[in-house]
């Protein structure tokens, strides 16, 4: 018996047992479940106005009833579909995307455990500079030094002390802060007799340098706020100085070398 979707038109032929009270069928063009013995009420009706008016309808897509046990032609609401395969087909295929993704997943996680330095290879541009940025926090190449002077010089409470003073250069294209430089003394044969660290930043007077004792000597010359005030943010091109004291100096200093040790980059805004 043929029957008519009566959503969309598209008519079908099904065997006539499946045609009791009851019965439903789902089009397998735009999904609709209606009943089927409605439907072939109203297929009737048309027929019959078909032939008064001797008019002939559109020709329709006809489509097939699966041949086969009746019982699975019959859906989740008693409704006859041919769609259910393709509802199936398309779990089975979000199921294999899903596990493509885990899989992949997996690989790349182990890739990163086992050969990290190769995934960095692959990272985006702006997180490579990130890392490249990391890397180069204490990068004192293009700091440079200048103006550098020593110098003995008594003082009333602590007798003999040797200065080493000059400026520390920021030729980086970014700002720096915090540069430190260390201070070594050699006697003739080169050996290191001495050696000291010391932040840039802060510095006293030759008058200071001639009446403090040691302890303020220290002090004034670890001053956080003045080292604060002038060792940080340094722009390019711009300087800050820095001074050395070593007090009791050795004897038989012969030489000395100054060089910059550390210089940090500014905490992101």
């Known amino acids: ?39 072939s009420e109203h297929n009737v009706a048309a027929e019959l106005q078909e032939e008064i008016t001797l008019s002939e309808p559109p020709a329709m897509e006809e489509v097939e009833a699966p ?25 089975n295929g979000c199921l294999i995307f899903f596990l493509i993704i885990l899989l992949l997943g997996g690989a790349g996680a182990g890739a990163w455990y086992l050969a990290p330095d190769l995934v960095k290879s692959f990272l985006p541009l702006e997180e490579k500079k990130q890392s490249v940025s ?30 080493i003073e000059g400026d ?3 030729r980086f294209s970014v700002p720096k802060e915090l540069i430190t430089v260390e201070a ?3 006697d003739a044969n ?38 604060l005030a002038n060792n940080t943010n340094i722009m390019p091109t711009k300087t800050v100085h820095f001074m ?3 007090y009791d100096p050795p004897k038989g ?16 805004q």
């Open 134 to 163: 990391a890397t180069s926090e204490n990068d004192v190449s293009r700091i440079s030094l200048k103006n550098i002077s020593q110098y003995y010089i008594t003082n009333e409470k602590i007798g003999q002390i040797f200065v």
């Open 244 to 246: 050395v004291v070593f």
């Open 253 to 268: 200093v012969a030489e000395f070398g100054v060089k910059v040790v550390e210089a940090k980059n500014p905490p992101a």
């Open 184 to 186: 070594t003394l050699y």
């Open 190 to 227: 080169n050996a290191v007799l001495a050696s000291k660290k010391q932040l840039a930043g802060s510095s006293v007077s030759l008058f200071q340098l001639q009446v403090l004792a040691k302890d303020e000597l220290a002090e004034a010359l670890d001053n956080k706020v003045e080292i």
């Open 1 to 39: 018996m043929h029957i008519t979707c009566p959503n969309c038109s598209t008519k079908f032929s099904l065997p006539d047992e499946m045609f009791k009270d009851g019965a439903k069928a789902r089009c397998t063009v735009c999904d609709e479940v209606f009943p089927l013995i409605e439907t």
């Open 168 to 170: 520390a250069e920021n």
């Open 67 to 91: 041949e086969g046990n009746l019982d699975s032609l019959i859906g989740d609401e008693d409704a006859f579909g041919l769609g259910e395969k393709k509802k199936k087909k398309s779990g």
